[in-house]
C-alpha cells in the first residue's frame, strides 16, 4: 500500500494525482508553454509544479521527449539537458515525488541522482540498458504497455483480446524485471490507453481494468484530453476537461491507483468525492 520512491514514500492506500509537465517544445495539449522560444525556462517550470502542488497533485511527471503519435525524436543529449535541470529545480523547492518519463538508459540513471523518485517507461524497459538502469536506481518503475512505435502505433492497430495481450505483455516484463533484480514491489502497471489502440480497444480496457488491478500491482492510467474523448464527443482539446475527469474517476473506481493528468483541480475534487463514498468518511 506504500511504494517507496527513494527517499520518499507514496501512499497508494486511495487514488493518487501525477500532474504532467511537459518539457517539450510540441506536446500535443500544451506544447510550449513552459518555452520562451527553444528555451525551456525553469521560473515557468516551477510556477507549474507549485500550481500542480497546491492543487492536490503528488507526484510530477516529467517529459523532455514527446511521445504524441507522430511526434519526432530527440536526442539523449538534448533529453538530458530538459530533464536534469527540472528534476533538480522541482527537488530543491517541493517535496512531491518527481516521475521522469523517459525510455533512456542515460536519462534514468542522471534522473536517480537529480532526486527523481519513480521512473516511467512508455516502452516498459525495453530500451538497450533500460533494464539495468532501472534496476541500479532503486526507483519504482511504471511498466506501460504499447502497440508498435509513436510514430506509427495509431495505424490500424490489432487485437485478438486487447485486454489478455496487454496483461501478457506486462506479465512479460515484470518477469523481466524481477530476473533483472527489479522487486515486484516496485512496479506499476499502466495499459497504455491510446498508445496503439483504437476507440474500442481503449473503451475495453477501462471495462475491464480490475483484470488488470488484479494481478496486484498499482495501477496507473492515462487517460487525459486523449483522442478517445474526441471520437467519444467530438471536443477540441480545449474542451476535454469535463470528459477527462469523467474518466479519471471511472478508471480509480475500477481500481487504478495512480492517475496521470493535465487538470489537477478539476481531478482532484472528483477522486475527494470518490474517495469519501469508498472509506465511508467525510472530508474535514
Ligand atoms: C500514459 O497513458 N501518456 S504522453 C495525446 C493527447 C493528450 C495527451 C490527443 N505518457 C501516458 O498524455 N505515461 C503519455 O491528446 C504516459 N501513461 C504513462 N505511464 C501522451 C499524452 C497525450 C496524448
Given at each position: ?28 495539449s ?20 507549485e ?7 503528488e ?26 535541470p ?30 527523481a ?11 538497450e ?23 506509427t ?83 477540441e ?13 471511472l ?32 472530508p474535514?
Amino acid at each position: 500500500m506504500i511504494l517507496t520512491c527513494g527517499q520518499q514514500s507514496l501512499d497508494l492506500s486511495r487514488p493518487v494525482i501525477m500532474g504532467i509537465l511537459n518539457a517539450t517544445t510540441d506536446s500535443f495539449s500544451d506544447g510550449g508553454r513552459l518555452f520562451r522560444g527553444n528555451q525551456l525556462q525553469l521560473d515557468l517550470v516551477l510556477e507549474r509544479v507549485e500550481t500542480m502542488v497546491r492543487e492536490g497533485a503528488e507526484i510530477i511527471d516529467v517529459g523532455g521527449e514527446s511521445t504524441r503519435p507522430g511526434a519526432v525524436s530527440v536526442s539523449v543529449e538534448e533529453e538530458l539537458s530538459r530533464v536534469v535541470p527540472v528534476v533538480e529545480a522541482i527537488r530543491s523547492r517541493f517535496d512531491v515525488i518527481v516521475s521522469v518519463d523517459t525510455s533512456s538508459a542515460e536519462v534514468i540513471r542522471a534522473s536517480a541522482l537529480a532526486g527523481a523518485g519513480l521512473i516511467n517507461d512508455v516502452r516498459a524497459l525495453q530500451r538497450e540498458g533500460a533494464l539495468q538502469a532501472a534496476a541500479a536506481s532503486g526507483l519504482p518503475v511504471c511498466l506501460m504497455h504499447m502497440q508498435g512505435e509513436p510514430g506509427t502505433m495509431q495505424k490500424n492497430p490489432q487485437y485478438r483480446d486487447v485486454t489478455a495481450e496487454v496483461i501478457e505483455f506486462l506479465q512479460e516484463r515484470v518477469d523481466r524485471c524481477e530476473a533483472a533484480g527489479i522487486p515486484a514491489e516496485r512496479l506499476v502497471l499502466d495499459p497504455g490507453f491510446g498508445f496503439g489502440k483504437t476507440l474500442e480497444h481503449n473503451l475495453q480496457l477501462l471495462r475491464e481494468l480490475p483484470k488488470l488491478v488484479s494481478l496486484g500491482f498499482p495501477v496507473l492510467v492515462g487517460l487525459s484530453r486523449k483522442s478517445m474523448i474526441a471520437k467519444l464527443l467530438g471536443r477540441e482539446l480545449h474542451e476535454r476537461l469535463p470528459a477527462s475527469v469523467v474518466l479519471a474517476t471511472l478508471a480509480a473506481q475500477r481500481g487504478a491507483r495512480l492517475i496521470r493528468v493535465h487538470d489537477v483541480a478539476a481531478t482532484h475534487d472528483a477522486l475527494q468525492i470518490l474517495s469519501a463514498i469508498e472509506d465511508n468518511a467525510r472530508p474535514e
